[in-house]
């Protein structure tokens, strides 16, 4: 078992962001993982794969003491697991300022994952922390073009 972090600087306070990326509305503003969102009234969230178009289950769980927040994942929704995650850091706790934090986000290389899967996953999570620190900057929504 591996993991890969991908971390931004982000312009703005870490409870902001921590708000932001534990919205499930918000997903799909940023994650390659999860297309044509369905979100049911216990917060599962349902979408698809962008690649192949399967189905991908996803469970948000905030820790807000923590600014942490658990990305349940699975093919089925009745067998999720906690493979990735992300944790805001407020930018006194790298010798900034609070108006900034930092975003990092961790994932975990399930069993079973080839090395060609494994390398899109880290590229794509790369850019994704990307996307999260332009939306939660510039609250640019591409959903409204």
Not at 21 to 28: D, E, F, R
Not at 81 to 107: F, H, K, N, V, W
């Amino acid at each position: 078992m591996s993991c890969d972090t991908a971390i931004v600087r982000i312009d703005r306070p870490a409870q902001e962001c921590f708000n932001f990326v534990s919205a499930a509305s918000n997903l799909s503003l940023w994650s390659f993982g999860t297309w044509s969102l369905d979100i049911d009234e216990t917060g599962l969230i349902q979408g698809k794969s962008i690649k192949d178009g399967s189905p991908i289950f996803v469970r948000i769980v905030p820790y807000l003491k923590q600014l942490l927040i658990d990305f349940l994942i699975g093919n089925n929704a009745g067998c999720l697991t906690p493979r990735i995650y992300i944790r805001i850091l407020p930018g006194s706790a790298m010798g900034g300022q609070d108006e900034e934090c930092a975003l990092m986000m961790t994932a975990l290389r399930a069993d079973g994952m080839d090395d060609d899967q494994w390398a899109g996953l880290k590229t794509a999570h790369a850019f994704e922390v990307s996307l999260l620190k332009s939306a939660i900057e510039t609250g640019y929504d591409h959903r409204n073009v």
